[in-house]
């Protein structure tokens, strides 16, 4: 049985910082892709950073250069890290991985925790 768990969000000032992690059980986890996203109130999920099998990461341009997305395969937590924390970053963020190493591809994501929201204040 797959199990993602996320946890760091919290309440920041516009400016900081914060660390989400992902603890993940029952999936093969240093072999496939992984992914975070987030969804504001009334806006569509977003995918924000991925991480596939081979450690390859990609972000999206809202996070680009703010964020890093890495993981540690011996104790199975995926983890982002973001710096200069914006309002419009404010969202339940969600760590999902796939059954497959590849991020890209129409396949979609198998498995889903159920978020830790993040708050910027301005």
């Known amino acids: 049985q797959v199990q993602l768990v996320e946890s760091g969000g919290g309440s920041v000032q516009a400016g900081g910082s914060l660390r989400l992690s992902c603890a993940a059980s029952?999936?093969?986890?240093?072999?496939?892709?992984m992914g975070w996203f987030r969804q504001a109130p009334g806006k569509e999920r977003e995918r924000v950073a991925t991480i596939n099998g081979y450690a390859m990461t990609a972000y999206s341009d809202s996070l680009k250069g703010r964020s890093i997305i890495s993981k540690d395969n011996a104790k199975n937590i995926l983890y982002l890290q973001t710096n200069n924390l914006k309002p419009e970053d404010t969202a339940m963020y969600y760590c999902?991985?796939?059954?497959?190493?590849?991020?890209?591809?129409?396949?979609?994501?198998?498995?889903w925790g159920q978020g830790t929201q993040v708050t910027v204040s301005s």
């Open positions: 029952g999936v093969a986890f240093s072999n496939v892709c």
């Open positions: 999902a991985a796939k059954s497959s190493p590849f991020c890209s591809g129409g396949d979609g994501y198998d498995y």
